[in-house]
């Protein structure tokens, strides 16, 4: 009797585990994200960058079909914190057209292209191989500002000009070159190298100009 009691008790009590799994494996997690929320991640400076020229080489190709990236550029004149943003200029070469230069233009949300005849010294230039630039540009104008462009900028308040060049030249890395001048008739000049993949300082050096 015993026995058979037991059985009974045993048997209502798995049936009644059963039930609780079945209803427990029926149940929705409570912590899964609703359909209508959308994770969306904001691109890094140098993917922006990369973005931009993906889109500015397209804009070149059809310019000329074998069109290469040679130059990102921009010139700031008495700050680096204009009113208007400071338009920066993806640069293109090519070998069916060597004595003109494809650039687009890009300022706050504006983008626009033109084609410039060549000057000398982008002769120098040789293609940018892009998987090697990783340095955005407002990241290596940072570097240069911390590496003695703020300095000299405080030292010439009476004004300045400085050019920031992303370029490839002979056998030296990728680098972004900047060329700080005094305005204030000192003809003071400081240039200053940034690898463009690394971000160390390759070279500087301070000068007057002739």
Not at 51 to 66: D, G
Not at 166 to 191: I, M, N
Request: aromatic share 8%; with cysteine; proline share 7%.
């Amino acid at each position: 009797m015993r026995i058979r009691e037991a059985a009974r008790i045993t048997g209502i009590t798995v049936a009644a585990a059963a039930a609780l799994g079945i209803a427990g494996c029926g149940k929705q997690p409570d912590d899964k994200p609703s359909p209508d929320v959308i994770a969306t991640k904001t691109p890094s400076p140098i993917e922006q960058s990369k973005e931009r020229y993906t889109e500015s080489l397209e804009r070149a190709k059809r310019w000329q079909s074998n069109a290469e990236l040679v130059r990102v550029h921009r010139k700031f004149s008495g700050t680096l914190a204009p009113s208007s943003p400071t338009p920066l200029m993806y640069a293109f070469s090519s070998l069916a057209d060597p004595k003109s230069t494809f650039e687009v233009v890009y300022q706050g949300d504006d983008v626009s292209e033109r084609t410039t005849k060549k000057q000398p010294f982008e002769l120098l230039f040789n293609p940018i191989n892009v998987a090697q630039w990783k340095v955005a540009p407002d990241d290596a104008l940072r570097l240069a500002e911390e590496a003695g462009g703020e300095a000299f900028r405080e030292q010439h308040l009476a004004g300045y000009t400085l050019l920031q060049q992303l370029s490839k030249v002979g056998a030296h890395p990728l680098q972004w070159f900047f060329q700080y001048d005094a305005g204030d008739g000192t003809k003071a000049r400081l240039e200053i190298y940034v690898n463009a993949e690394t971000e160390a300082i390759d070279f500087k050096k301070q000068s007057k100009r002739p």
